[in-house]
């Protein structure tokens, strides 16, 4: 289920937008990837090789595409509070996560979303094929 | 990176025409970070179509800033992909609503333009039919955002391989 949802769908959605884009001559994807899509996070594993497998696709879309007006990247988040993430990460486990993000929190969901609209917008035609860590610092350290 | 705009921001309407001649797909768009990125594009002036496996699509798209002015795509149904997991869940999963997944459009409730699509996007041919249907109904996209996932954690000795496909 991790794969199919996490990878696959993405990739057949990326793939039918894609031809209408590139018709078109213009598009912008972003995937939600994660911090899991660059380090190793327990208990993640079908997570974390799910979102490393976006990487991999968006590097080979942006540069089947860029010619025609299409850009594909990736925004990888650490923990996002959201209703589930506050669940999944409440306690002292999350104690313990925030500990370790440099700048002492998680993300929050407006923070994502204007990354990803700067991705969307026609300033963002120069990046592609990109992977954007949004972690507060945790995969740096 | 411009400023985000907060909740009660979105309250009082639309923030800037900057997306307004675009149309925005959002994966995951009923709840969490795919809801969010929603309300940031339709905040601009975007036209958004939510696609979820929840049947709350409808009322999330429908609460959305709307284009004043504009009526929406025409309201029909059709099968987009059984209704299913797509969101970020810790489930396991299984729908067990109806076998007959259909498309709503959300235009009646709030004249916006967006529209919410419920399918399964593990149903092979399920985003090639979202897509067609889009631009049958609401335009070509410019703006997809890949926000649908699951995050189902066990050591990896203990992993059902039904969680990993």
């Not at chain 2, 307004?20 to 594009?41: E, H």
């Not at chain 2, 249907?133 to 059902?160: F, K, M, R, Y």
Request: charged share 20%; net charge negative.
């Amino acid at each position: 289920m991790t794969l199919d949802i996490n990878l696959s769908a993405s990739f057949f959605m990326a793939q039918a937008v894609g031809r209408q884009m590139l018709a078109a001559g213009y598009g912008r994807i972003i995937s939600l990837a994660s911090q899991a899509s660059v380090i190793g996070l327990a208990d993640h594993v079908a997570y974390c090789a799910s979102k490393a497998g976006l990487l991999g696709m968006t590097r080979v879309l942006s540069l089947e595409w860029a010619r025609s007006g299409v850009t594909v990247n990736c925004v990888s988040p650490t923990v996002v509070e959201t209703p589930l993430g506050k669940l999944a990460w409440a306690g002292a486990k999350g104690d313990a996560m925030r500990e370790q993000i440099p700048v002492g929190r998680f993300a929050q969901p407006e923070e994502i979303a204007a990354l990803i609209g700067y991705l969307a917008g026609r300033d963002a035609a120069m990046i592609t094929g990109e992977n954007i860590l949004i972690d507060g610092g945790y995969a740096s350290v | 990176l411009r400023s985000s705009a907060g909740t009660a921001d979105r309250k009082i309407g639309r923030m800037s025409d900057e997306f307004s001649d675009q149309i925005v797909i959002v994966t995951g768009a009923a709840s969490g970070i795919g809801l969010t990125v929603a309300a940031y594009f339709a905040d601009r002036g975007a036209r958004i179509v939510g696609v979820d496996r929840s049947e709350d699509i409808a009322a999330a798209m429908a609460a959305l800033p709307g284009r004043p002015g504009e009526s929406g795509p025409a309201g029909k149904s059709g099968p987009a992909g059984e209704s299913g997991p797509s969101g970020e869940s810790s489930q396991s999963g299984e729908s067990s609503e109806s076998n007959e997944p259909g498309v709503i459009d959300a235009q009646g409730a709030n004249s916006g333009g967006h529209l919410g699509i419920i399918a399964d996007l593990t149903v092979e041919g399920a985003a090639d039919r979202i897509v067609e249907q889009v631009v049958a109904e609401v335009g070509v996209p410019t703006i997809l955002v890949n926000s649908a996932g699951v995050a189902l954690l066990d050591p990896a000795v203990d992993l059902s391989a039904r969680a990993w496909i």
